[in-house]
């Protein structure tokens, strides 16, 4: 029964956020990339878990399709967020090594279709992390008097715990599906908890942003 | 990898993003606590300047006070005096002239003793608000230039002297703006003793004048009035409030707590 209500954590918390936000009349229509990264999540989540459970077909490729729409969309957010010297060479350069690497390893290493890209995931989770800690660091560089009621903040903890927590679940993650593991069923479920506190902290920054 | 061995890495690292969290909000505590202090200390600071210069400016307003009737009002009494004890024969044609010197010398004196009073700061700090004020208002008055009107609501209780001292420099600063650039008929003074508050009121039917532009404009334009109004309530605590609209008047509010 637990393990069940675990399965659905990645598909549940991203739809509720949406319905939270589509209440307000206020945020419907803002430009905000967490937004559209959690429309993202709830879309691909829910075809992935749709597809395997009505049709039993193989959904590996829709995780593999949300690691890059994700990279891309977070990407944006931080590029927005962000201000540092030489900001553009570092995104730039961030973003074409991760397209070279996502082809590179669809070819040679993880099919993209049939294949779970844990080398994609890891890329992704890294860079994802660093812009977290670049965020951080910022912020502690050139404080703002109340870090609390900025809605960034809580996004960039949700995707920094949830980034830094899945990393070693993402990148052994084929290696034990291939390997057919009978402990492996439990991964998922514990990403699933990473995913919804993840949720948690994107609710406590919506609230921020209504409140402020 | 084992999958216990990456269960055990996944919470390691989620321990190790909440610790980042943790210790991001403790500096951002620790930070706002010292940005807190440091606001203080500049506010105190701030404060002694203030009493400084105001007491300054009081010791200078008592030395002409006191020059005024000490130095000036002597000698003027001294000149009434010696004119008195001038004979003069009637239908000499100097005595009607003598007369009229001895009125304006007397005049003078008396303009020169409520200017002394208004000067002096013993004299505002021993009498009620409320009959400084008066006093203050009759004197415009009686210029003929002016109607005068002072409302007291509540029961006059003695504020402290200090507070009193400035909430009466206020005012003398509100009616010379009144009197320089208003071109008022009509100036009111209210005073209402409320439990735990004392509100004031200054209040004119003038020109008003608009207070955003008075805002957005240079220092040098700006003149020192009403920024030393807004000095002066903010050394005894007090909030002030200036509402101005172009052709109809101006109204100050100050609200000073007294519990």
Redesign the interface.
């Known amino acids: 029964m637990s393990l069940s209500i675990l399965s659905y954590l990645d598909i549940v918390p991203p739809i509720l956020l949406l319905l939270v936000e589509l209440i307000s009349p206020r945020v419907t229509f803002r430009s905000d990339y967490i937004l559209l990264f959690v429309i993202t999540e709830a879309l691909l989540n829910s075809s992935a878990m749709l597809l395997y459970r009505l049709f039993r077909i193989p959904n590996l490729f829709i995780y593999n399709v949300n690691i890059i729409v994700s990279f891309l969309i977070l990407s944006a957010f931080f590029w927005c967020i962000l201000h540092f010297s030489r900001k553009k060479l570092f995104f730039t350069v961030a973003t074409v090594f991760f397209v070279i690497f996502i082809i590179f390893n669809s070819l040679k290493l993880e099919n993209f279709i049939t294949d779970f890209n844990s080398n994609t995931y890891g890329l992704a989770s890294f860079i994802l992390v660093t812009y977290c800690f670049i965020y ?1 660091l910022d ?2 560089k050139h ?1 703002t ?4 009621n900025s809605r960034d ?1 809580w996004y960039v ?1 949700g995707l ?2 949830y980034y ?6 993402f990148i ?1 993650y084929n ?2 599906t291939n390997s057919n ?1 009978r ?2 069923t ?2 998922w479920p ?1 990403h699933n908890i ?1 995913f919804l506190i993840m949720c948690v902290y994107f609710y406590k920054g919506m609230l921020c942003n209504r409140t402020s | 990898m084992q999958p216990h061995i990456i269960i055990a890495l996944t919470l390691f690292m989620l321990l190790v993003t909440s610790f980042v969290v943790v210790f991001i909000f403790i500096h951002r505590h620790q930070y706002n606590k010292h940005l807190i202090e440091k606001e203080e200390i500049k506010n105190a600071y701030q404060q002694e300047i203030l009493k400084a210069q105001l007491e300054m400016k009081e010791q200078t307003l008592h030395t002409i006070a006191q020059e005024i009737h000490d130095n000036i009002g002597q000698v003027l009494s001294l000149a009434k005096l010696n004119l008195n004890t001038i004979l003069l024969e009637e239908n000499f044609p100097a005595t009607q002239k003598v007369t009229n010197t001895k009125e304006l010398i007397g005049k003078a004196i008396q303009d020169l003793r409520n200017l002394s009073k208004s000067l002096n700061t013993d004299h505002i700090i021993h009498k009620k608000l409320s009959e400084s004020l008066k006093f203050e208002l009759d004197m415009i008055q009686k210029t003929g230039m002016y109607m005068t009107n002072l409302k007291v609501e509540g029961t006059e209780e003695p504020l402290d002297p200090q507070k009193q001292l400035i909430i009466f420099r206020i005012v003398q600063e509100a009616l010379q703006n009144i009197i320089k650039h208003a071109k008022a008929q009509y100036i009111s003074i209210g005073l209402n003793y409320l439990p735990g508050s004392f509100i004031m009121s200054i209040k004119d039917d003038g020109t008003g004048f608009d207070l955003a532009s008075y805002h957005n404009s240079d220092v040098s334009e700006k003149g020192t009035g009403i920024g030393n109004m807004y000095h002066r309530a903010k050394l005894m605590g007090a909030d002030i409030s200036i509402k101005s609209q172009i052709g109809k008047g101006t109204l100050t509010r100050i609200s000073l707590p007294t519990k």
């Open positions: 951080y912020k502690l404080p008097k109340s870090i609390t903040f903890t920094l715990t830094a927590s899945c990393f070693f679940i052994s290696s034990l593991n402990h492996i439990s991964l514990i990473l």
